[in-house]
């Protein structure tokens, strides 16, 4: 089990939280709270606040990057093997609508093939707090294995 995946069970969602951030800080910009983090899957909550906001009052795209990267991320280390390595490459969006509330985010890596090494696109979804979808991502990460 992954080092992260083992201090989310350990800690519990809270806590874990904290820890990312204080490892990875610029995370912390964007207040995530995780609400799921197993193999193939992260979720993480981002709350509404005027520090993340664009000029049309809406979520700033960045912090939508953001909130995508850090699931996509978590959810990597969780999935790929013990002894694998990984780092994201580059990321593709597609903003779909304004996002006006909180925003959930959420990454599903169910068709990966986390045993193979090289680049893996990994598609993350981020919805309002109506279901709305509002962004897409898929974020290249690249896979080593020892």
Same mark, same amino acid.
């Given at each position: ?6 201090? %989310?069970? /350990?800690?519990?969602?809270? *806590? #874990? @939280? ?7 800080? %610029?995370? /912390?910009?964007?207040?995530? *709270? #995780? @609400?799921d983090l197993q193999p193939n899957r992260a979720e993480a909550?981002?709350p509404f606040r005027r520090e993340i906001t664009n000029h ?18 978590t959810m990597t280390d969780a999935s790929i093997p013990a ?64």
């Amino acid at each position: 089990m992954s080092q992260l995946l083992n201090l %989310y069970k /350990s800690a519990g969602a809270d *806590q #874990f @939280t904290a820890a990312v951030c204080q490892f990875a800080p %610029y995370f /912390s910009t964007i207040s995530p *709270q #995780f @609400t799921d983090l197993q193999p193939n899957r992260a979720e993480a909550t981002v709350p509404f606040r005027r520090e993340i906001t664009n000029h049309l009052g809406t979520v700033h795209a960045i912090a939508l990057c953001n909130a995508a990267e850090l699931v996509a991320g978590t959810m990597t280390d969780a999935s790929i093997p013990a002894g694998a390595r990984w780092i994201p490459k580059g990321m593709t969006v597609q903003y779909l609508a304004k996002a006006k509330t909180d925003v959930r985010a959420v990454a599903d890596g169910s068709q990966v093939a986390w045993t193979q090494p090289g680049d893996h696109e990994v598609p993350v979804d981020i919805f309002d707090t109506q279901g709305t979808k509002v962004f897409h991502a898929r974020i290249t990460m690249n896979i080593k294995i020892d």
